[in-house]
């Protein structure tokens, strides 16, 4: 079984330019997270989506970030106008809906500096 | 929200068992108690979850204390390959339309001695 693809790996860019980052579930994941981890701290959750709805965005900085999910399969986490402190990786990751065997799969990771 | 506390670190002599605590005193009925623990850049993995009785699989061992507000996640044998960030986590089912939803805290840090 495949599993949640992200891309780009690394990526590098200047305070105030715009990144975008893509990701690609587990086929048949209903479910969508985006996560933020800064270095040395543990993973923090910017936005979950049901299919294509959203059900958990409180923590994204709404005025600088932004992610789509369209026809419920791919999505893609947009930073604009990128600050230092966006310094991180960000995780997708997926899970099913239900069932007590749920686990929630991640991927590699996007690398992001700021400079 | 749930929330979990973890020591920051931890050693362990190669080819020991560690035992790695966690404390989840607001935890929910229905919350799920997960591990996952973190290789150097990669992503998150999965470990083992319970919801009240103590589970086994290949990798792990997870007891859950009986009035849930705590457990410990139990290596029977720590290798080098072991050392990682490992994650204790609170599944939160909401609903069909909202799926589960998982918090994550700092983690313990292990470190294995060969």
């Known amino acids: 079984e495949a599993g949640v693809a992200q891309s780009p790996r690394y990526k590098i860019i200047e305070k105030r330019q715009s990144v975008a980052f893509w990701c690609n579930p587990i086929?048949?994941?209903?479910?969508l997270y985006w996560y933020q981890q800064i270095l040395g701290q543990g993973p923090k959750l910017l936005i979950q989506?049901?299919?294509?709805?959203?059900?958990?965005d409180s923590q994204l900085p709404k005025d600088r970030f932004s992610a789509e999910r369209l026809k419920g399969v791919d999505s893609t986490l947009k930073i604009q106008p990128a600050k230092l402190e966006d310094s991180a990786v960000y995780l997708c990751?997926?899970?099913?809906?239900?069932?007590?065997?749920?686990?929630?799969?991640f991927g590699e990771g996007s690398w992001l500096t700021v400079v | 929200d749930a929330k979990t506390t973890q020591p920051n670190s931890m050693e362990s002599n190669e080819e020991e068992p560690v035992h790695l605590p966690c404390n989840h005193s607001?935890?929910?009925?229905?919350?799920?108690i997960h591990w996952y623990r973190q290789l150097p850049s990669q992503g998150p993995e999965y470990v083992i979850h319970?919801?009240?009785s103590n589970v086994n699989n290949r990798m792990a061992s997870l007891a859950i204390a009986e009035d849930r507000k705590s457990s410990t996640l139990i290596l029977h044998r720590a290798t080098l390959r072991d050392a990682a960030v490992y994650y204790c986590?609170?599944?939160?089912?909401?609903?069909?339309?909202?799926?589960?939803?998982?918090?994550f805290g700092t983690g313990t840090s292990l470190t294995v001695i060969p």
């Open positions: 990751a997926s899970s099913f809906v239900t069932g007590s065997g749920n686990t929630i799969y």
């Open positions: 086929s048949g994941h209903a479910t």
């Open positions: 989506f049901q299919n294509n709805g959203v059900v958990d």
């Open positions: 607001t935890i929910s009925g229905t919350d799920y």
């Open positions: 319970g919801l009240t």
């Open positions: 986590i609170l599944r939160h089912y909401r609903t069909q339309n909202t799926g589960n939803q998982f918090y």
